[in-house]
């Protein structure tokens, strides 16, 4: 395995660190022609310290993670993996047997991290008990949430057993900065770090002129920059997917790039920063 020294890390709440930079899933195991380069990419992720591997039983109904459980056979104590629960599926049982089947298509016998997709209608109670019974069995060892607003968050705090959160993941990009003012102060004050998906809006952010021009300064991509900009806050963990090796060390060689007080003023007049509470962006 490669050197993984170079890549920073986060604290969850239980004190275990994770890397900064990660690896998303979304859209994989569409194509058959990408399998072996989006099984590549995974492993050289690893060798680079990119460890966390983030994914979901509903990218491509269950078909992400059987391409991450088959890359990871041979390496799986190297990640750290993530996958989440639908909130269709976050009734007590409905959770504990969704676990098992997203445990058998990632061919492990445990799940790093396990998240409550979004807000459903299954009251919060239910779903923390069910985690909790999957940390007792050791079938996950933290649970969080996704595309949890502050509203969201506070409700959560007051059910039992809610403060073991571990991460909110939600969309934060140059162009998606509404969690700044409000979620992001708030999970800060909790000790809980935010996990940023989407960190190049699916590559929608690329051609914005401005991270073009902050990229050519640089001599680095645009997908760098925005990168970068996502990962100068502490607390927050940014998971773009890759499907491409080379995809993979662009990501990598983000974190070296340090962005200027002149860089972060021209992305702010582009993209500027939410003056009050905005509902919460999601894709």
């Known amino acids: 395995m490669g050197p993984t020294q170079d890549v920073p890390t986060v604290p969850l709440p239980s004190g275990e660190h994770v890397p900064v930079l990660g690896q998303g899933t979304w859209g994989w195991a569409q194509d058959p022609a990408h399998r072996g380069s989006e099984m590549q990419s995974l492993l050289l992720g690893l060798d680079l310290g990119l460890t966390l ?4 039983e509903m990218y491509g109904q269950g ?3 059987e391409l991450v459980g088959e890359a990871l056979a041979a390496r799986r104590d190297e990640a750290f993996l993530v996958t ?26 445990r799940v790093d991290l396990y998240l409550l997709h979004w807000r459903g209608s299954v009251p919060l109670e239910e779903t923390v008990t069910a985690f909790e019974d999957l940390v007792r069995a050791g079938k996950i060892r933290h649970w969080g949430v996704s595309n949890f607003d502050p509203a ?3 409700d959560l705090a007051e059910v039992p057993g809610g403060d073991a ?8 990009n140059p162009a998606r900065r509404g969690i700044e003012y409000d979620l992001l102060p708030l999970c800060r004050e909790r000790g809980v770090p935010v996990m940023a998906y989407s960190p190049v809006e ?11 021009a902050v990229a050519r300064r640089h001599r680095v991509t645009a997908a760098q920059v925005a990168l970068a900009w996502v990962l100068r806050h502490s607390g927050v963990i940014a998971i773009p997917r890759a499907g491409r090796p080379e995809h993979v060390r662009d990501n990598h060689a983000a974190l070296a790039l340090t962005l200027t007080d002149d860089d972060l003023a021209a992305l702010d007049a582009a993209f500027p920063p939410v003056r009050g509470p905005v509902p919460l962006d999601v894709l």
């Open 84 to 109: 989440k629960v639908l909130p269709y599926n976050a009734g007590h049982m409905d959770t504990v047997n969704a676990c098992e089947r997203s445990l058998k298509r990632l061919r492990t016998d």
């Open 53 to 56: 591997v983030d994914t979901a």
């Open 165 to 172: 959160m571990a991460t909110d993941q939600v969309l934060y």
């Open 63 to 65: 078909a992400a993670e």
């Open 152 to 154: 969201d968050l506070r």
């Open 202 to 212: 699916q590559g929608r952010l690329l051609t914005a002129p401005v991270l073009e």
